[in-house]
């Protein structure tokens, strides 16, 4: 399926639409004040030792200290040694973040560096070549580690691993992949050795940079760039690295938004709704919490057949589709729980989960589905890369804090009424409590719940008087006393 990818920057902000069969499949976002950290390498200092957990905390100059397990300490994968064994405090560390503070969560490090080019990884600790597991092709495997064994100098002590592109690639691109990568090693180690920790030594491209690199492939028809100068910049960064892209770039200067002519704009907003509607009346209901999430399939309106297990079944292969789209789309990772409509036909089935693997196959995030289970539900993983759009575009509801509902106002005047009795009582002098709320909480008091603050008032033996506070959220009350 060929496609194109659309690039729209300003200055503190670079979004990546990638658009298929005129719809988009992918959306990523960088800001300037967020840019991702994976792939960075610091020299760091050990913050804190945690022999229990065998992991320590490492200062890199972020807000939180970064995370580093022994099992990604290098140099200790033979001696197995325990990490209290390995590290002490205010010890410099070169590492690398292998994932983005995620949450609550600070970065995750690896002492074992990798940079990424256009067709190779290198590993500069690990004499070890790889192939990509999308190379599935055996005798293809075999033949491209056989060429790089050829490329790869004597002297080297480092490997590499193949990347997909690579498989098509010439020997010439291959042999400037590794003496790119080789000399940029060269580069950082010296670098390292005057560092003061914590120090950034080297950090990973920009996103338009690696959306080349990692994203644009045959099928990739044109990149279209709506900045000039940005679009000269990655123009000379291709000539340079991938000589074979820059035809395809293209300075977008029409009129119009870039985003608003292939209608992204919209397709953000879509994928910020936790309803996803199908075209034949289904819709899909789409929850991300801290856990997991969970996606629910529902007919909807669809009545297109007479035969309600053949409802069904469309209905499912078409959200099958719309599903494996919505992942990409919102970059859902973690555990991810599938309700499909229940199915009956074991035939069926199978049909569904083959046709959400099929769908899957386009994701470039690493995916592992599971069958049905006993409950009729599909489990499934995804790699988590980086934050999801939802949490790059949104924060929680300050008004429900991010539970998606907030107390009703009948629920509110209940609360009130209760906080007045507490109030009565341990301030028997006060001749008077007002209520300070949102107004329609007021309202609630003014008509239905009169007579309950009548009442009250009565029992208590002092005026209840009421006032709308217009910037009060319906949760949010005061009660003065006068």
């Not at 010439?172 to 003061?196: K, M, N, P």
């Not at 000589?243 to 300075?251: G, I, N």
Request: proline share 3%.
């Amino acid at each position: 399926m060929s496609e194109e990818v659309l690039i729209n920057v300003t200055p503190r902000e670079t979004r990546v639409a990638v658009v298929a069969a005129g719809v988009v499949q992918e959306l990523l976002i960088e800001r300037a004040s967020g840019r991702g950290l994976v792939g960075n390498l610091y020299m760091g200092r050990v913050a804190r030792v945690l022999p229990g957990m065998q992991s320590a905390f490492i200062d890199i100059g972020l807000e939180r200290a970064a995370f580093l397990h022994v099992a990604d300490i290098w140099e200790n994968r033979e001696p197995g040694k325990p990490i209290e064994k390995i590290l002490a405090e205010g010890t410099p560390l070169l590492v690398q973040v292998v994932k983005d503070p995620i949450g609550s969560k600070g970065a995750r490090l690896s002492t074992q560096v990798s940079l990424a080019g256009r067709l190779l990884v290198y590993l500069p600790h690990d004499p070890h070549i790889g192939i990509s597991q999308r190379i599935e092709d055996e005798n293809g495997r075999a033949q491209l580690r056989d060429r790089l064994k050829e490329l790869v100098p004597a002297e080297e002590k480092g490997g590499f691993i193949v990347r997909t592109l690579a498989e098509a690639a010439a020997e010439e691109e291959l042999a400037a992949d590794i003496a790119y990568l080789r000399q940029l090693w060269a580069t950082l180690r010296q670098r390292s050795l005057g560092a003061r920790p914590p120090e950034l030594l080297y950090q990973d491209l920009s996103l338009a940079q690696r959306v080349l690199r990692d994203m644009v492939s045959a099928a990739t028809v044109r990149v279209l760039v709506d900045s000039r100068e940005n679009h000269q910049k990655l123009h000379a960064f291709a000539q340079r690295y991938m000589p074979q892209l820059a035809s395809r770039l293209e300075h977008y200067a029409g009129e119009r938004p870039l985003f608003d002519l292939y209608s992204v704009e919209d397709e953000i907003e879509k994928a910020l709704s936790r309803r996803v509607d199908l075209k034949s009346g289904g819709y899909l209901i789409i929850d991300q919490t801290e856990a997991m999430t969970t996606i629910d399939v529902n007919t909807g309106g669809y009545v297109g057949s007479r035969n309600f297990d053949d409802t069904i079944f469309k209905t499912n292969l078409e959200a099958a589709q719309a599903i494996a789209r919505q992942l990409r789309l919102r970059n859902l990772g973690g555990i991810i729980v599938l309700d499909f409509i229940d199915m009956q036909s074991e035939s069926h089935r199978a049909a569904v989960l083959e046709e959400f693997k099929r769908a899957l196959s386009r994701d470039r995030t690493r995916v592992t589905v599971n069958g049905f289970t006993g409950l009729g539900l599909v489990e499934m993983t995804r790699k988590r890369t980086r934050e999801s759009l939802a949490h790059v575009l949104c924060e929680p509801c300050p008004t429900c804090e991010g539970r998606g509902e907030v107390k009703t106002a009948f629920t509110v005047c209940y609360e009130i009424l209760r906080e007045i009795l507490r109030e009565a009582r341990a301030f028997n002098e006060a001749r008077e409590f007002r209520i300070l709320a949102a107004q329609s909480v007021i309202d609630r008091f003014l008509e239905e719940e009169a007579p309950s603050l009548e009442m009250l008032s009565q029992f208590i033996g002092k005026r209840i008087s009421v006032q709308v506070e217009s910037s009060y959220t319906q949760e949010q009350f005061d009660i003065v006393l006068m």
